[in-house]
């Protein structure tokens, strides 16, 4: 049983709840191929093998028991360091938080644990989770298991490597710009970023995040199968007092027409060949699973984008750039000294009016997904990129930027998106977003079956150089 570390959550918690398997077994598995291939990529940055066999131990203790322990009993799970686990120190890959040692959990962790998940180990992220790259000062850098040369993605990009590689069977992430999303499609995995209030999140150990985060930040899942993003979505969007965003909304809503709108360059995005045809064989797929899907301009998604840029770097922005400034981390500082001029001065009547076009649009996006159950757009204008490509010159900054707007744009609205990983360019991952209404994730992951139906690169795989 040596490769239980290949299955997926879905079918290890079946074998644990069966006793075929004890939650256990699973843990060594999961911590032997965390040290056979984390060296080479850096995935999780910390990890204690004695508490995990401590939970496992508890899991198996209470099916012998005969308890129900939910649907992720014994299942190794990873968590992102910039998010409360008790005994752990949350640094958001910063030398500035190494010493902020969490005295609770954070809702996400609870409900993974009420589940009866086991938490493997904390996985990495760039400094202050700004970056489509993750590299920092005081966990080092992850690289990408498919690809040492190419993005783990960011900022969860711990997240997507130990996914990709089979260090734990889900990974929870965080996304404000495409920080689950992105990972995913760069790893070659799946990614959930959920509607703002579905899943509850707090971090005691923090101060308050200001009011743009609040209103766009969430907790998700990245997995190897659309069914351990399910399961993974369930477990985790349990209810908590501590998080007043939280909405108790059905995880199934009513039934829609299958019907997608889909777009290969929404709002002018220049979309590289290759993505193009990625998304439109989304969505041959789509149509051969009965799917009707009409190419369409979807409602605007470059100005949703550069107002989510401002609410997320500009609200404090020069208290931010001191704190980047302390860490002396290159890539935050390039990534708020860049922006400046977009986000910066942000004061009470740009704020306010930010906040006015966000009611704007959202009610745009609301009324376009009366129609359409979802849209396909591209994750990005571009295939992953070279690793550190943000940091080589201005022109690499912009690019970058420009290739993300599919991502960023969809926090400003709050709405739900799926990165589908669909194939490989040579070594390189490539894939689709899908998008759909509010708290109905549910489409997403119904046209998420039928496009990893058509296939998928195989995981999980051995990091290559």
């Not at 009610?363 to 990129?385: C, H, I």
């Not at 960023?408 to 977003?433: D, E, K, N, W, Y």
């Not at 708290?439 to 990893?452: F, N, P, Q, S, T």
């Amino acid at each position: 049983m040596e490769d239980l570390w290949r299955l997926s959550a879905t079918d290890i918690a079946a074998l644990i709840r069966s006793k075929k398997v004890s939650a256990k077994e699973a843990a060594l598995a999961a911590l032997a191929r965390l040290d056979a291939v984390n060296p080479k990529i850096n995935a999780v940055i910390d990890h204690r093998p004695e508490d995990v066999l401590a939970q496992a131990g508890a899991v198996d203790a209470a099916i012998a028991r005969n308890e129900d322990l939910g649907r992720l009993a014994g299942v190794p799970v990873t968590v992102k360091v910039n998010i409360d686990q008790q005994g752990f120190a949350t640094t958001n890959g910063l030398k500035l938080q190494r010493d902020v040692i969490a005295k609770s959990n954070n809702p996400v962790v609870d409900n993974l644990r009420k589940a009866g998940a086991v938490i493997l180990g904390r996985t990495n992220c760039p400094a202050f989770s700004y970056r489509w790259f993750t590299t920092n000062l005081i966990h080092g850098d992850t690289k990408n298991p498919r690809d040492a040369g190419i993005t783990p993605g960011g900022s969860s990009g711990g997240a997507g490597a130990a996914a990709a590689a089979g260090i734990g069977h889900i990974a929870h992430g965080t996304d404000i710009a495409g920080s689950i999303r992105y990972p995913a499609y760069a790893c070659g995995v799946h990614g959930l970023r959920p509607t703002v209030g579905r899943i509850a999140a707090f971090n005691a150990s923090l101060p308050e995040r200001p009011i743009g985060p609040q209103i766009s930040a969430v907790s998700g899942p990245l997995a190897r199968t659309i069914g351990d993003i399910r399961i993974a979505l369930q477990v985790m969007s349990g209810r908590d007092a501590r998080d007043p965003w939280w909405v108790p909304a059905p995880l199934e809503g009513p039934a829609m027409p299958k019907r997608a709108a889909l777009c290969l360059a929404p709002d002018g995005l220049e979309t590289v060949a290759e993505v193009k045809a990625a998304v439109a064989d989304a969505g041959k797929r789509l149509e051969r699973a009965g799917w009707v899907v009409e190419e369409v301009e979807p409602p605007p998604l470059r100005e949703a984008a550069e107002l989510q840029t401002k609410l997320w770097l500009g609200d404090g922005y020069e208290a931010q750039l001191e704190a980047a400034e302390r860490e002396g981390d290159p890539g935050a500082l390039a990534c708020l000294r860049g922006n400046r001029a977009k986000v910066f001065p942000f004061d009470a009547a740009a704020f306010s009016q930010a906040l006015t076009r966000r009611a704007t649009l959202t009610r745009e996006w609301l009324q376009f997904f009366e129609t359409y159950a979802v849209l396909l757009t591209p994750v990005s204008g571009e295939l992953p990129f070279p690793d550190g490509l943000d940091r080589r010159d201005d022109a690499s900054f912009a690019r970058v930027w420009r290739a993300q707007m599919p991502q960023i744009a969809i926090p400003f609205m709050g709405l739900p998106a799926l990165t589908v990983s669909t194939g490989l360019v040579g070594r390189v991952p490539v894939g689709v977003q899908i998008v759909s209404t509010r708290y109905r994730e549910d489409l997403c992951l119904a046209a998420g079956v039928a496009i990893e139906a058509g296939g998928t690169p195989r995981m999980p795989i051995d990091p290559v150089s």
